[in-house]
Each structure stands twice: as C-alpha cells, then as structure tokens.
C-alpha cells in the first residue's frame, strides 16, 4: 500500500456485532500504525461475547486519539450501527477535532481487505468531483473476488431490479466499503432511521438522489472474499423485491404525485414533494488496469 503525503483526515466506521472471533487486531493496528491520518470508529452494536475487550486492545495499542469505539445498549442491526456512527462523526465536537475530509464504512470481518480500502480512499482524495465511492464485487479477470455461485446469481439479479426500480446503475449496491466526501448532506441522508437493515446501502444512494447531485465513483475490488457466517437469509432475498418496491414508492412515485396533484409553485420547502429526484452519475475506474477505460464525460 502507498503512504499517503496528504494532511487531510479519514474517518472508517466499523460496525461489530459479536464479532470478537472475527476481528483481527493485528491487521487493524498495523493499517493503524502505518495510516496516521485514519480514524477509526468501532460500533459495538449491542455485542453479547468478547467484543469490547477486543476494541479495547485494538485501542489500547494505537490511542484514544486514534481509535473510537460507540458502544450501543442493543442490538439495531447494521444499518443503525452505521446511522448512529456517522451522528457521532457528524457532531460538532468531532468535526472541530479531526475535521475529516473523507467518512467512510467498511466490515469488520475485513470481506473487503484493508488494502482495498486504502484504494478507494486514493481515489477520493483524487477525485475531488467524487461525493461517494463504492467498492464493487465484479468477478473481472484476474481479480480475486471470491463468492459463491448462488450471492454471485442474486447478486446480478438484485442489481437489475434496483436499476429498473430506483434508476440506480450501480453494478454492485451491496458491497460493505463506502467512502464519502464530509458534508452537510450527510446529516440528510444519515438522518433518520432506514427503513430496512439490509437495503439501507440502497436507500442511501436513492436519498442521495432525491436531494443531491451525487457523483458516484464505482471502483471494482481486486480482491474481496465471502467470508461465511452470513446473518442474511434466503427469507431475506425473497422479500427483497417488495423491500424495493416500497422504496421505490417512498423516493420517487410519492413525490412524483404530490409535485402533479399540487402544483410545484404550491409546495412548501419542507414538503414531501419538494423533493426532486436528481440522477446519480456513474464513474467509470480511471486507475491503470488491463479492463478499464478513462471516463471522458
């Protein structure tokens, strides 16, 4: 991994839910030690093992400075772990003391290794026209992005049905590794509670597009692996595309029929239907490699 030459600040939220078999504190500490422009927030999500001994070790061996851990009473799942992370990087104390330039989340089980991370960080700190980047799963030759048949299949089937839904062309909505540029809008769409534990990387993107002209930079891993012990069920893919339907609903065909049943010069800036639906725009990867090619828009 290159060293960074930057003075600006990251901050990484880490959501853990009984996590301590799964949390490896060397590779924390050693990304730690070697980036000392990172901060990092560990979200003990209501853990019921050995999760917090293991944050403080992570903690006691780089700093207080330099290792946050948010401790909820209960369990909320990961989407409100990732809400209530982002209410503490988002306040005023927090801000004044880092002041971040770049927000981001990731797994704790490290599905996406911390030298991807570091990758979509560059690319951020690159790309100053970039709001968001997201990690993207494709299993593109030479990469190792290792899934099973079956997530790789729903996968590619999900993705179509959020294009045709909510109009986002992300080939990859999912994957755990989100790097945000700091601003105000993160306090819309970190807002209020999502509406699903599970599609809540989905709703983010369709709050950015209701209210802000997102720049989407989607970057394709070279290495990510599946590293089991899902908490996602098949129930939970079944129910997916009504999951969908609902946001759908809520973000774009609800706002649509107030903006035609009142009349946009009627509306109120708070009004549900003063929201515009605004399109993502989509990067393309502009980092040398045999299958990208450079954006040119």
């Known amino acids: ?40 927030v560990f979200v003990n999500d209501g853990s019921t093992d050995s999760t917090i001994q293991t944050l403080e070790s992570i903690q006691q061996q780089v700093g207080s400075g330099r290792v946050k851990i948010l401790t909820l009473v209960q369990n909320g799942g990961k989407a409100e772990a990732i809400r209530q992370g982002m209410h503490l990087v988002m306040s005023g104390s927090f801000q004044t003391q880092y002041q971040p330039s770049l927000i981001g989340y990731m797994d704790a089980d490290l599905a996406t290794p911390l030298s991807e991370i570091e990758r979509l960080i560059d690319i951020a700190l690159r790309r100053t026209d970039v709001t968001l980047v997201v990690g993207s799963r494709l299993a593109l030759k030479g990469h190792r992005v290792v899934r099973t048949p079956s997530r790789k299949f729903l996968g590619r089937i999900f993705a179509v049905a959020v294009s045709l839904t909510l109009g986002i062309g992300l080939k990859d909505t999912q994957c755990g590794a989100k790097i945000f540029r700091n601003g105000e809008y993160l306090r819309m769409v970190f807002g209020e509670k999502f509406s699903d534990r599970w599609l809540f990387d989905i709703e983010i993107l369709t709050r950015l597009r209701s209210s802000y002209a997102a720049e989407v930079y989607e970057c394709p891993l070279e290495e990510w692996r599946d590293v089991g012990s899902s908490r996602l069920r098949m129930r939970d893919f079944m129910i997916a595309p009504w999951k969908l339907c609902q946001l759908a609903y809520t973000y774009r065909v609800k706002p649509a029929c107030l903006r035609w049943i009142r009349g946009a010069k009627q509306i109120q800036p708070n009004d549900p239907a003063a929201v515009v639906s605004v399109p993502i725009r989509v990067n393309e990867p502009i980092y040398s490699a045999p299958h990208a090619r450079r954006n040119t828009a």
């Open 1 to 40: 991994m290159s060293q960074r030459t930057d003075n600006s600040n990251t901050v990484l939220l880490v959501p853990c839910f009984n996590e301590s078999n799964r949390l490896s504190v060397p590779a924390f500490t050693n990304f730690l030690v070697d980036h000392p422009r990172t901060i990092m």
